[in-house]
């Protein structure tokens, strides 16, 4: 990593004993819903403070309110002891503080140094975007997350990893003195998680302070200073990292203790095949890949972030074509898998991505439950409304989703309750086998509880799953077998309860 004086320097910081920022009696109502009440919140100098709390706590709320996305109803903000308004992203900037949110803010049609630099773009002598210099000054900010990525690359020619690092570096490039980083490891790697932590340290020696919002609450003690929990649009309380254990933590959060042992007590799979995968190859992304998952069992696929998990099941519901090889399903071979032959042969998908791939989010709640059911619930082609709503009605309430009614747009529900919303979808169709790719990726710790007691619950009935996970505790807990993929091809079939995250990461990794 190159050293930290590569990079521009933050502005003049207040004394050590002075708080840089406070956010004081913060209150925040929107139709129907009090998302934050009278919350305060400070960040001192130098500090990874993390912000905690189930999805709908008010965490993102209040991070907007800060960055000027939102007006506060009541509450001031407060900066090196002045207070201040902060009525619009740019006006944030100005102020030294930048975000980096959960879901991308890229555009996918520009380079990378193009995103870097949007709107800042080094201009020369007559007026024209000096190129060389864009390129100069986004490779600075890329090397110095280590991150291996063309600046003339094309945004949507990346993964999913690469463009959060792009994001990153966009964020380092403001010359922030307050930096918010909502979720920034959900998309990475082990190892890309760790090279992020360094960053964190080198910008913390830096001056910079770091508002850190995380579920992974492993985490948190490798990087935070400070914890402060939310929950239901209160602050809980705050407390310094090392005086706190995890289990109080989630207890903070949820008001309640959430069991940690494993979920899957007692395999439930049949006899019956419910998917086979045979030599399955696309390219060199997919590489002579072979499995099984049986009715009530859960598999998993486990590997590093560009192992070709998310192709695969891709591949196995159709979206993207295959070079050879043959996918069965229910015992019947698809002669040419699309999505929609997927759905009607009994097969579901929850994608990595659900606001983009897995909902429509202009739609209201009632439409997308029921948007893969249509032919199962209106066979003569006639749509029942009456019917429609009930059968939304029912879903929100057996998933306890947090959803004040069908009729609500999805865009404004939080993102353990949109992830409720696809999971609805697919238990519409009673679908016998189902995809899930990533399925607590930015859950809340009791949203994640309810997700993974619904996945054993279906497996009870039958239902096969495949599952994606990055997180291997998850995988642990869950899941009967494991496939591990490495470079595109499964390397290792493992029993669950016979292995252990070491030799899920040893296979993964390309050791052992």
Known sequence: MQHTENLPTTGSMPPPHVDLLRLEHITKQFPGVKALDDVSFDLRPSEVHVLLGENGAGKSTLMKVLAGVYPADSGRIVLNGQPVQIHSPRQARTHGISIIYQEFNLVPDLTVGQNIFLGR???????????????????????F??????????????????????????????????????????TLSEP????????????????????????????????GDRVTVLRDGRAVGTRPIAETSLDGLIQMMVGRSVSQRRIRTRN???????????????????????????????????????????????????IDPVDSGTISLMGRTLANPSPAACIRSGMGFLPENRKEDGLAQILPVKDNIVQASLRKLFPWGLLDHGLERATARKYIQDLSMACPSVFRMTRFLSGGTQQKVVLAKWLCTESGFLIFDEPTRGIDVGAKEEIHRLMHTLAERGVGILMISSELPEVLSLSDR?????EGAITRELVTERTSQEEIIGFAAGGK
């Open 145 to 186: 997350l280590n991150a291996d990525i063309d600046v003339g690359a094309k945004i949507h020619s990346l993964g999913v990893a690469q463009q959060q690092l792009v994001e990153v570096a966009k964020a380092l490039s403001l010359e922030s003195c307050i930096l918010i980083m909502d979720e920034p490891t959900a």
């Open 482 to 486: 494991v496939y591990v993929m490495r």
């Open 268 to 318: 439930t799979a049949g006899p019956r095949e419910v998917l086979r995968v045979d030599s399955l190859r696309r390219g060199r992304i997919l590489k002579d890949i072979s499995l099984v998952v049986r009715e009530g069992e859960i598999v998993a696929l486990a590997g590093l972030v560009g192992s070709g998990r998310t192709e695969l099941a891709r591949a196995i519901f159709g």
């Open 192 to 223: 890309e998680i760790q090279r992020l932590f360094e960053t964190i340290r080198s910008l913390k020696q830096r001056g910079v302070s770091i508002i850190y919002i995380s579920h992974r609450l492993q985490e948190i003690r490798q990087i």
């Open 121 to 143: 773009e080094p201009r020369t002598a007559i007026g024209l975007v000096d190129r060389k210099a864009l390129a100069a000054g986004a490779r600075k900010f890329l090397d």
